[in-house]
């Protein structure tokens, strides 16, 4: 069906916008909840958007993402950010990297 249930790569985590070309960023949350064998593989799902409304973020979290950030607009403060998270997953217990062991 689409690239994460075919492939053989081992993904750490989904860093997705809220307005996806194609389709949006809660959707693709939603089949990813919807389909067991995604789901099992525990990957975390953060939200990094240019959206900052509250009512996004309360929906966002409603779908038991892991994270949402606010996508930043000079490349030192991207860079911290995306440090942040990186670092954060790499320390925290969850099950994906046990799965890929």
């Not at 949006?24 to 975390?44: A, F, H, T, V």
Request: hydrophobic share 35%.
């Amino acid at each position: 069906m689409f690239y994460l249930e075919t492939t053989q790569d081992k993904p750490f985590i989904i860093l997705s916008d809220i307005n996806l070309p194609g389709m949006k960023g809660n959707d693709l949350k939603k089949i990813i909840d919807e389909n067991e064998y995604l789901r099992k593989k525990s990957i975390p799902y953060i939200f990094y958007t240019t959206t900052d409304n509250p009512h996004t973020i309360e929906l966002a979290y409603e779908m038991t993402v892991h994270g949402f950030f606010t996508k930043e607009h000079t490349a030192g403060k991207i860079k911290v950010t995306m440090k942040a998270i990186v670092d954060y997953w790499k320390m925290c217990k969850h099950p994906n990297p046990y799965l890929y062991q």
